[in-house]
């Protein structure tokens, strides 16, 4: 169980029927959620609300026989968190889960949804290493050039945190290597300024720019930390273009 998932199950306001039906889905005692469904169905006038908070629960648990069960008996599909906002299947794509979030497409969620920050599932799935959830919400519809609140495209988010499988998966589903956040950084930037090295290597080999400039006039060279491998690579691939450009000099 995740943390999310161990305070939503002890916040406030839950009835002693939720209670017991958030224990069962957390022990994966899938053959008592049909006694558990049932008893809030007939004893809350409000169940459909009650059994779709039981949904955010199950997905954070990464309970899918539980979550297809609540999914039978009426929980909403696109019921959102307090916190952030989001839908089952951002919470699903955050978590990596490529059966939950098929399952949750499959059901009908909504893949465009965003979060409180502008994220999609899509966005989110980027910061993990599956490149099976990446092709099947793109599959599903979901744009690989979706920006968030803040301009950064799933590559952005990938490349940033150096998630190498991610980048490619990202770029062969048709990525933009120069796409642009909010504050100028392209791909390259963020990978150079956390010092990807891998992600920044193919970034390169890929073709994106080195000499792209962000809003506070800064190449990827200038981005990445002072000894850092990133820098070696870039200052490299630099002098490997200048050399390719003499020779292509005629004199």
């Known amino acids: 169980m995740t943390k999310i998932a161990s ?3 002890a916040a406030g306001g839950l009835s002693n029927d939720e209670k017991r039906l958030f224990r069962e889905i957390a022990s994966g ?3 008592a959620l049909g006694v558990a469904i049932p008893a809030i169905e007939s004893a809350c006038p409000a169940s459909v609300v009650r ?11 990464d309970a899918l026989s539980a979550s297809k ?25 955050s978590l990596g889960s490529t059966q939950m979030v ?16 502008g ?4 966005c989110v799935a980027s910061e993990t290493d599956s490149t099976a959830l990446i092709e099947l919400l793109i599959a599903h519809g979901s744009d690989p050039e979706h920006r968030n609140d803040l301009g950064w495209t799933p590559l952005i988010s990938a490349s940033a945190i150096g998630n190498l499988k991610t980048v490619n ?5 048709g990525a933009n290597l120069e796409s642009r956040a909010v504050l100028g950084w392209t791909p390259l930037i963020v990978a150079s300024q956390s010092g990807s090295a891998d992600v920044v290597s193919r970034l390169l080999e890929l073709g994106a720019r080195r000499d792209a400039i962000d809003c506070f006039g800064r190449t990827a060279l200038l ?21 390719e450009g003499c020779k292509s000099m005629k004199f």
Do not use: Y
């Open 7 to 9: 305070d939503i199950s």
């Open 29 to 31: 005692h899938d053959e």
């Open 51 to 61: 059994l779709s908070r039981a949904l955010l629960f199950a997905v954070h648990c």
């Open 69 to 93: 069960q609540l999914v039978r008996h009426g929980a909403r599909l696109e019921v959102r968190d307090q916190a952030l906002w989001r839908t089952p299947l951002i919470i699903a794509g």
């Open 102 to 117: 098929g399952f949750l497409l499959e059901a009908g969620a909504d893949v465009h949804a965003e979060d409180d920050f």
């Open 119 to 122: 994220n999609t599932a899509l």
């Open 169 to 173: 998966a990202l770029i062969k589903q």
């Open 223 to 243: 981005a990445s930390q002072e000894g850092q491998a990133t820098t070696e690579i870039l200052m490299c691939s630099a002098a490997c273009s200048h050399a």
